[in-house]
């Protein structure tokens, strides 16, 4: 079903229940303007905490804490009818165990009204994933490249090929089995994100993997041609919007140099010439 074709927001149930059918939609999103633009066309829409790379210029996700999840994760909010907001839990929130994992994700789902929260992790995060379903916290999975780790994958490399194939599958098995409604594979050969994909019960949410996957995902600063630190070859530019912002920006400046702007149509006269006289 179309979000268009919706009245409401679909549950994690609901997104569980598209396994095998029309492909799923979603984007990322941090700010209530662009939510408001997706709401239509997307079938949940990630806070991801991709946020800090491409809204605060940070080197990687590390540095993303919780109150900028949580005040990004209301911004969403306020721009969404139709989809669902699934938020990214961010680095720290939640390894340290399932009981850490539980008060950071009520907390993120409580001030911000998320659906759902997405952690990453595939085997070592099973019990986790287990725990917090539990207690009624609908959980993405989120498995392959997982950014949070960048440090010990050894950088945005391809995870998954050769040997390291049986992991990544045992990654996907274990969090199906744990009870995560979906799973993100980022970064994988397409020949394994298609296994996963037909081996697992629940949908597969691709970026970089295939477009076998159950549904894709892209950060919507990528696609739009705003984040221009580096293109991953995942990436397809819809638009080249930054360039776009800033030829308009350039033409701004100029005119304001040369006094062109403001013009007479931008500006007031002392007296309304519409004036209506008094009776």
Same mark, same amino acid.
């Given at each position: @079903?179309?979000? !268009?074709? #919706? ?9 569980? $229940?598209?396994? /095998?059918? +029309? *492909? ?54 306020r721009g969404l009818q ?42 070592? @995060?099973?019990? !986790?994933? #287990? ?9 993405? $999975?989120?498995? /392959?490249? +997982? *950014? ?17 194939a049986a992991t990544v ?111």
């Open positions: @079903m179309s979000a !268009t074709a #919706r009245k409401t927001a679909p549950s994690a149930e609901d997104i569980r $229940a598209r396994k /095998g059918k +029309t *492909p799923i939609v979603s984007l990322t999103a941090y700010t209530t303007p662009m939510a408001r633009l997706m709401d239509a066309h997307c079938d949940f829409v990630l806070v991801g905490d991709s946020v800090g790379m491409v809204l605060h210029g940070l080197p990687s996700t590390l540095g993303v804490t919780m109150e900028m999840m949580i005040l990004h994760g209301q911004a969403v909010a139709l989809a669902m907001m699934v938020i990214d839990m961010p680095f720290g929130s939640y390894e340290e165990g399932p009981q850490q994992a539980f008060r950071n994700a009520a907390r993120l789902m409580a001030e911000t009204g998320a659906g759902a929260v997405k952690l990453e992790g595939g085997v070592e @995060m099973a019990d !986790t994933i #287990r725990f917090l379903v539990a207690r009624g916290i609908p959980v993405m $999975a989120h498995i /392959g490249l +997982t *950014p949070q780790s960048v440090n010990t994958l050894g950088g945005y490399k391809v995870q998954g090929r050769d040997k390291q599958m045992a990654d996907a098995r274990a969090v199906a089995d744990a009870g995560a409604f979906s799973v993100v594979l980022e970064k994988v050969p397409q020949s394994l994100a298609d296994q996963i994909t037909a081996e697992v019960v629940i949908p597969t949410i691709g970026i970089g993997a295939s477009a076998g996957c159950d549904g894709q995902i892209l950060v919507v600063d990528d696609m739009l041609g705003f984040f221009t630190a580096f293109k991953a070859k995942f990436v397809k530019r819809y638009a080249d919007l930054g360039a776009e912002a800033e030829a308009a920006i350039a033409t701004y400046a100029a005119e304001v140099r040369t006094r062109a702007f403001p013009a007479a149509e931008h500006v007031f006269a002392d007296q309304s010439p519409n004036k209506s006289a008094k009776t």
